[in-house]
DNA sequence: GCCGGCATGTAAGGAGTTACATGATTCG
DNA sequence: CGAATCATGTAACTCCTTACATGCCGGC
């Protein structure tokens, strides 16, 4: 049930169309929460039907016009309602450390290029992320908003920096074993 | 495509009936790959039609039953593809960033209460993990099989302890932050 | 005018969750 | 024997993914 509630965040920053949605999904808000185009527009017909946004008035009904949305008072409450609320963390799934675990069991044959593959991939994403936080976040600027937007991109950079670091350990512990 | 090679490891590790793998994914596999009973059973069905596993010859057919399985020469195989195949790492979905990112466009109210929560329940899971790590893992055994394992774990260790930082010092933002 | 890219969708299927159902075993 | 618990399942639903379909629009 996070979805919509994305969509009204990503909304309320400002009022956009379906691929404009998807592609802020592909930069910022998908770095935490990822959403393809199709899950979009759907969600964006619900959202609409229950009255929580709305077309802005520009848009016609056919079919491949664009067509942007706002979000309504009853969306922004709603988005506040869920913010607030407790809600359990979600138990994790990551297959790399259940590869390697089942590579305890059955050897490491094959696994090493795709360590290799994935601590590449983290270091890009980690290289991004500092991008985004030198252009966007300069000292001085300490709004509100800025700092909790700061705050979510420093977990972001933080995760980062443990599986790159994790990944290079793993990598230095491969070199060490008997070979498989 | 990670459930049924969850699973392939469990039984490798240990023949087991579902509950027992219930239970063991409650406690180890599970912290990075959840499954529920229902979700089990279907996949030991399926693994079982495939030839990747059979049930031990002591099990009768009937319903409320006790039915153990065991890993066949073809279901090792298969684990060994899978472990060493190259996978793009899935993109993370966290609740609770998206939350906060929520939280800078329609405020905080509410939301610090949840914040402590999940600070404690890190605690604890950090806990549990120190214990495990003290438990199985005393200085000194270096086989191959510790080592991996070890390093799966330290991998949760970090991660906690990464989570339990980062709450801290969100909790420290929003001390300092105009009320909402 | 047509072709490639933009924009909005539909359809089918997989994976996971929630709620419920049924048979066996154990213990008082 | 009756109730609680163990153990194995079914059913319905939601969410997400993959593949495909359709209409508009600008440039050559």
Redesign the interface.
Same mark, same amino acid.
């Given at each position: 049930m996070?979805l919509p509630?994305?969509i @009204?965040?990503a909304l309320? %920053?400002r009022p956009s169309a379906g691929l404009d949605l998807t592609r802020r999904f592909d930069r910022s808000?998908?770095?935490?929460?990822?959403a393809s185009h199709q899950q979009i527009y759907r969600e964006l017909g619900k959202l609409e039907a229950e009255g929580f946004i709305r077309a802005l008035p520009a848009a016609q009904p056919t079919r491949g016009q664009k067509k942007s949305y706002e979000v309504l008072p009853a969306g !922004?409450a709603e988005?506040?309602r869920?913010?607030? &609320?407790?809600?359990d963390?979600?138990? *994790?799934?990551?297959?790399? @450390? /259940?590869?390697?675990?089942? &590579?305890?069991? =059955? +050897?490491?044959? +094959?696994?090493e290029?795709?360590l290799r593959?994935?601590l590449d991939? *983290?270091r890009r994403q980690l290289a991004e992320y500092e991008d985004i936080e030198k252009r966007d976040f300069p000292p001085g600027n300490d709004s &509100?908003?800025a !700092?909790?937007?700061h /705050? =979510?991109l !420093? &977990? +972001?950079i %933080? /995760?980062e920096t443990?599986w790159t670091q994790?990944l290079t %350990?793993?990598l230095e %512990?491969f070199a060490g074993?008997?070979d498989?």
């Open positions: 996070s509630h994305a @009204l965040t309320l %920053e808000i998908g770095y935490f929460w990822s !922004r988005l506040e869920w913010t607030a &609320a407790a809600q963390p979600k138990p *994790h799934r990551d297959t790399l @450390l /259940l590869r390697l675990r089942a &590579a305890a069991v =059955v +050897g490491t044959e +094959g696994l290029a795709d593959r994935h991939l *983290h &509100a908003q !700092r909790l937007q /705050l =979510v !420093r &977990a +972001g %933080e /995760l443990f994790w %350990e793993a %512990e074993l008997p498989s």
